[in-house]
Protein backbone atom coordinates (compact mmCIF):
# COMPACT_ATOMS: atom_id res chain seq x y z
CA UNK A 1 0.00 0.00 0.00
CA UNK A 2 1.21 3.37 -0.92
CA UNK A 3 0.49 6.28 1.34
CA UNK A 4 -2.46 8.41 1.60
CA UNK A 5 -3.12 12.03 1.78
CA UNK A 6 -4.90 12.77 4.74
CA UNK A 7 -6.79 15.70 5.36
CA UNK A 8 -9.57 17.04 8.46
CA UNK A 9 -12.37 15.29 6.27
CA UNK A 10 -10.69 11.48 5.76
CA UNK A 11 -8.37 11.68 9.02
CA UNK A 12 -10.66 10.20 11.53
CA UNK A 13 -12.06 7.55 9.15
CA UNK A 14 -8.66 6.78 8.65
CA UNK A 15 -8.02 6.15 12.12
CA UNK A 16 -11.23 4.11 12.42
CA UNK A 17 -10.84 1.98 9.58
CA UNK A 18 -6.86 0.85 10.19
CA UNK A 19 -5.94 -1.13 13.44
CA UNK A 20 -2.15 1.08 12.98
CA UNK A 21 -2.09 4.22 11.38
CA UNK A 22 1.43 5.97 10.72
CA UNK A 23 1.28 9.99 9.95
CA UNK A 24 3.83 12.06 8.54
CA UNK A 25 3.58 15.86 9.19
CA UNK A 26 5.38 17.40 6.30
CA UNK A 27 5.67 20.61 4.07
CA UNK A 28 7.22 21.17 0.70
CA UNK A 29 9.60 23.71 1.23
CA UNK A 30 10.82 21.76 4.21
CA UNK A 31 14.54 19.58 3.67
CA UNK A 32 14.59 17.67 5.89
CA UNK A 33 10.87 16.11 4.76
CA UNK A 34 12.19 15.40 1.82
CA UNK A 35 14.82 13.39 3.10
CA UNK A 36 11.94 11.72 5.22
CA UNK A 37 9.75 11.30 2.52
CA UNK A 38 11.33 8.53 0.28
CA UNK A 39 11.50 6.56 3.27
CA UNK A 40 8.64 7.06 4.38
CA UNK A 41 7.41 6.02 0.80
CA UNK A 42 9.65 2.72 0.91
CA UNK A 43 8.51 1.40 4.18
CA UNK A 44 5.04 1.93 3.37
CA UNK A 45 5.26 -0.82 0.53
CA UNK A 46 6.47 -3.11 2.82
CA UNK A 47 3.87 -3.10 5.05
CA UNK A 48 0.53 -3.50 3.27
CA UNK A 49 -1.68 -3.81 6.54
CA UNK A 50 -0.53 -0.30 7.99
CA UNK A 51 -1.96 2.65 6.82
CA UNK A 52 1.09 5.25 6.24
CA UNK A 53 -0.94 9.26 5.74
CA UNK A 54 0.97 12.27 4.97
CA UNK A 55 -0.51 15.20 6.21
CA UNK A 56 0.70 18.39 4.50
CA UNK A 57 1.04 20.80 7.29
CA UNK A 58 0.20 24.04 4.72
CA UNK A 59 -2.85 22.45 3.49
CA UNK A 60 -3.90 20.90 6.69
CA UNK A 61 -3.29 23.44 9.17
CA UNK A 62 -6.14 22.66 11.47
CA UNK A 63 -4.87 18.82 11.95
CA UNK A 64 -1.22 20.07 12.33
CA UNK A 65 -2.16 22.81 15.18
CA UNK A 66 -4.59 20.15 17.04
CA UNK A 67 -1.48 17.86 17.39
CA UNK A 68 0.60 20.71 18.42
CA UNK A 69 3.22 20.14 15.26
CA UNK A 70 5.94 22.58 16.04
CA UNK A 71 8.84 20.99 13.62
CA UNK A 72 8.50 18.91 10.42
CA UNK A 73 9.28 16.31 9.73
CA UNK A 74 6.89 14.86 12.44
CA UNK A 75 5.63 11.31 12.97
CA UNK A 76 3.00 10.09 14.69
CA UNK A 77 2.15 6.29 15.42
CA UNK A 78 -1.47 5.32 16.22
CA UNK A 79 -2.62 2.41 17.32
CA UNK A 80 -6.95 1.42 17.82
CA UNK A 81 -6.79 4.98 17.37
CA UNK A 82 -4.52 5.74 20.11
CA UNK A 83 -1.64 8.15 19.98
CA UNK A 84 1.58 6.01 21.13
CA UNK A 85 4.38 7.94 19.72
CA UNK A 86 5.36 11.74 18.16
CA UNK A 87 8.44 12.46 17.44
CA UNK A 88 10.02 15.59 14.84
CA UNK A 89 12.87 14.76 12.86
CA UNK A 90 14.18 12.04 10.21
CA UNK A 91 13.96 8.50 11.34
CA UNK A 92 16.06 6.48 9.13
CA UNK A 93 14.46 2.81 7.83
CA UNK A 94 15.87 0.95 10.17
CA UNK A 95 14.47 2.91 13.08
CA UNK A 96 11.32 3.28 11.12
CA UNK A 97 11.11 -0.44 10.70
CA UNK A 98 11.90 -1.11 14.68
CA UNK A 99 9.63 1.13 15.93
CA UNK A 100 6.78 -0.86 13.62
CA UNK A 101 7.90 -3.86 15.24
CA UNK A 102 7.40 -2.44 18.39
CA UNK A 103 4.27 -0.74 18.40
CA UNK A 104 3.23 -4.37 16.56
CA UNK A 105 4.33 -6.03 19.59
CA UNK A 106 2.34 -3.89 22.34
CA UNK A 107 -0.19 -5.44 24.39
CA UNK A 108 -3.42 -3.30 23.54
CA UNK A 109 -5.78 -4.60 26.11
CA UNK A 110 -2.71 -3.46 28.80
CA UNK A 111 -2.81 0.09 27.51
CA UNK A 112 -6.31 0.33 27.45
CA UNK A 113 -6.70 -0.69 30.82
CA UNK A 114 -4.12 1.51 31.85
CA UNK A 115 -5.74 4.46 30.25
CA UNK A 116 -9.04 3.73 31.52
CA UNK A 117 -7.26 3.25 35.18
CA UNK A 118 -5.78 6.84 34.39
CA UNK A 119 -8.97 8.50 33.31
CA UNK A 120 -10.96 7.05 35.93
CA UNK A 121 -8.44 8.21 38.43
CA UNK A 122 -8.55 11.93 37.03
CA UNK A 123 -12.19 11.76 37.25
CA UNK A 124 -12.31 11.38 41.11
CA UNK A 125 -9.61 13.62 41.31
CA UNK A 126 -12.13 16.37 40.46
Not at 40 to 45: D, I, S, W
Not at 81 to 88: C, D, I, T
Amino acid sequence: MSTIQITQANFESTLEKNDIVLLDFWASWCGPCRTFGPIFEKVAEKHPNIAFGKVDTEAEQQLAAAFQVRSIPTLMVFRNGVLLFSQAGVLPEAALEDLIGQIKALDMNKIMNEIAASESKAAQAQ
